[in-house]
């Protein structure tokens, strides 16, 4: 069986200045898997390269072994979910008509939601905790509030695979390790979650794998290290790739970073 998400030989340029060559990734049924990496690393352009929204110089991106670049937008949205960094919303709509649009794929032009879509919009907000929120406008919710009406909408999607941009960034703590609850939930339920995070110590502490993009020697952009977080977070990485320093402990099997300091330039 091929694999839900995988990349061959992606090679990409920006503004005609190479930036990743000859990635090569599998991403596997049932992982949560953490994109890690300094501000500007290249981890948001990695997932946009994975959901085909960005053309890569050569290489392909496939999606059960189908190359991305010959599936219509509306197949690729059955398989593949997005939370963007941050998105224009339509403020005239509720919370609950924008979770709503995580059903359009399955919908025909002007078909409305049937009783089985409205279920999965129900469940969606209520994984989110958002439920009591349904009916305010966009447009007078918090940046929190709004970064779970997004989250819930790729729910709604029911998509086997979600990419995640940055998805607790401006969420309160607990929203923050709710949020991280619910993708490791999906994945032990079998979705695919790929992530983009700046918190070391969450990824860490939910993700199976963790994959560290970042400058290499020959100064292009690319996979430094890839594995479990304990392989991953390693004094070293952490230092080139960072720029800080910090005690490296493992507590109930997860890695814990403490005591961390920035590194003089």
Request: charged share 20%; net charge neutral.
């Amino acid at each position: 069986m091929s694999a839900p998400l995988s990349c061959e030989n992606l090679t990409f340029s920006f503004d005609k200045k190479p930036m990743f060559n000859n990635i090569n990734l599998t991403f596997k049924e049932g992982e949560f898997v953490g994109l890690i990496g300094a501000n500007g690393a290249g981890k948001s352009t990695l997932l946009q390269l994975l959901l085909g929204l960005l053309k890569a110089k050569s290489g392909e991106v496939l999606l059960h072994g189908d190359s991305i670049s010959k599936l219509k937008r509306r197949e690729i949205a059955k398989q593949l979910a997005f939370v963007p960094q941050s998105i224009e919303l339509p403020y005239a709509f509720t919370a609950q008509q924008l979770v709503a649009m995580g059903r359009n794929p399955y919908l025909g032009a002007f078909e409305l939601e049937g009783e089985a879509d409205k279920k999965l919009i129900d469940k969606a907000m209520r994984q989110t905790d958002i439920s009591h929120l349904q009916h305010r406008l966009v447009n007078t919710l918090s940046g929190g509030e709004k970064q779970r009406v997004i989250i819930a909408r790729a729910l709604a999607q029911q998509s086997p695979t979600i990419l995640l941009d940055e998805p607790i960034a401006s969420l309160d703590i607990c929203h923050q390790l709710e949020t991280m609850q619910l993708i490791q939930t999906l994945t032990e339920a079998g979705k695919t979650a790929i992530t983009a995070l700046h918190d070391l110590n969450l990824a860490a502490r939910y993700c199976d794998r963790l994959i560290l993009i970042g400058k290499q020697e020959n100064g292009m952009t690319g996979i430094i290290s890839d594995g479990t977080p304990e392989q991953v977070l390693t004094d070293e990485n952490l230092k080139k790739q960072f720029s800080i320093q910090a005690k490296i402990d493992l507590q109930n099997e997860k890695v814990v970073l403490s005591n961390i300091l920035p590194i003089s330039s």
